[in-house]
Every structure is written in structure tokens, then in C-alpha cells.
């Protein structure tokens, strides 16, 4: 089985995979969900599309009103820009997880959340959970003009040691590859 056939109820597992752009497909089929990183397009947006996927793998009403009740608790929490959107998500997972499924995010390097709904197991949540390792860190290194900079890399990789500011031209690192302000590195979404 694919492993996005993960997020597939039983009657959707004859779409065809093999599709360059499945991703897209099944966004349009509704089966997953884009949302961007600063929001919900209207309120509701991602409880409404995990009430549909819930009642397409055949959950009763309790768990759609579970999550409602998740998402509002969450989507009212006070929280800094971007950070509601990955609340909203976690909490989805929480109140789905007694009917035995998860919420999943395929990652792709933008900034923008590409979840859905499918059975949880071990496998699943290896794949697709929220908590999964991401392979690429962030870089990003604020300079004192106030540019911002950053670097994508593999996490493989050494941290960046070099550059200039892409906003001024400054040299961001010291002869030794210090940066001359605080880096941070945290994982790419």
C-alpha cells in the first residue's frame, strides 16, 4: 500500500496514485486539507474538514463533536502568529485518537500544513504524524539592520558558517565561522 494511502477510507482506495501531482489530486478530492501556516481560511475550516474525513471512515457524530470542541478550545487559545494553526492540529489529533484515528501532515518544505485523516497505527504515525522528525533544519540569523536570513538544509548537514546579509551585504559570520548575533535552528515544516 502507498504510504499515502494511509489517509484513504476503504470506498477511496481505487484513486489513482500513480498520478504525478496526487497531492493536488487529492486536495481537490477533498481527502486532504491545505491550510497555511498564518491560518484558517474562515473559522471552522479544519474542523469541518475533519468532520467530513471522520464520517468518511465511517466514525460516528461523537467524535466530529469532540473535535469541534478541540478546535474551539484551541483556536481561542492566546497565541503568537503562527502558532494557532499547529494548536488547532494537535488538539484535532488528541480528540481523534479514541476512535482510533490520527491526524497526518505531509511535509513538503513551504509553509504550508497538508493534513489528513487516517487510521492510527504504528505505522501511520511513523509516516505522517505530527510529531515526526523533520530531515531539513531552519536556520535563521537576524541581522542588526534587521534583515532576516535564512538557510534550509538537510540536518545532516553542518550548520551554515558563512554569508552576507541578503537585505545589507554584511558579513553575517566572523573569521572562525561565529555568527555575529544568535542563530537559531529549529525544524523545516
Known amino acids: 500500500m502507498s504510504d499515502i494511502a494511509h489517509f484513504l477510507a476503504a470506498a477511496e482506495r481505487g484513486f489513482p496514485l500513480e498520478m504525478d501531482d496526487v497531492v493536488?489530486?487529492?486536495?481537490?478530492?477533498?481527502?486532504?486539507?491545505?491550510?497555511?501556516?498564518?491560518?484558517?481560511?474562515?473559522?471552522?475550516?479544519?474542523?469541518q474538514f475533519v468532520g467530513r474525513r471522520v464520517e468518511a471512515f465511517g466514525e460516528d457524530g461523537a467524535v466530529v463533536v469532540a473535535v469541534e470542541s478541540a478546535v474551539r478550545d484551541a483556536a481561542g487559545a492566546d497565541l503568537a502568529r503562527g502558532?494557532?494553526?499547529?494548536?488547532?492540529?494537535?488538539?484535532?489529533?488528541?480528540a481523534l485518537a479514541p476512535a482510533g484515528l490520527a491526524l497526518g501532515e505531509l511535509r513538503s518544505g513551504d509553509d504550508t500544513y497538508r493534513v489528513g485523516v487516517m487510521r492510527r497505527t504504528e505505522a501511520?504515525?511513523?509516516?505522517?504524524?505530527l510529531d515526526r522528525l523533520s530531515s531539513e533544519l531552519l536556520y535563521i540569523l537576524d541581522c542588526p539592520c534587521g534583515g532576516m536570513n535564512v538557510w534550509q538544509l538537510p540536518a545532516s548537514d553542518p550548520k551554515?558558517?558563512?554569508?552576507e546579509c541578503d537585505s545589507c551585504g554584511r558579513?553575517?559570520?566572523?573569521?572562525?565561522?561565529t555568527p555575529i548575533v544568535p542563530m537559531l535552528a529549529e525544524p523545516a515544516v
Do not use: M, T, Y
Open 24 to 47: 493536488d489530486f487529492l486536495i481537490g478530492k477533498g481527502v486532504l486539507l491545505a491550510v497555511d501556516w498564518s491560518g484558517e481560511e474562515w473559522s471552522g475550516q479544519i474542523s
Open 83 to 94: 502558532e494557532h494553526v499547529p494548536a488547532i492540529l494537535r488538539a484535532v489529533d488528541d
Open 124 to 129: 501511520s504515525s511513523h509516516l505522517w504524524g
Open 160 to 163: 551554515p558558517d558563512a554569508g
Open 171 to 177: 558579513n553575517l559570520f566572523d573569521a572562525a565561522g
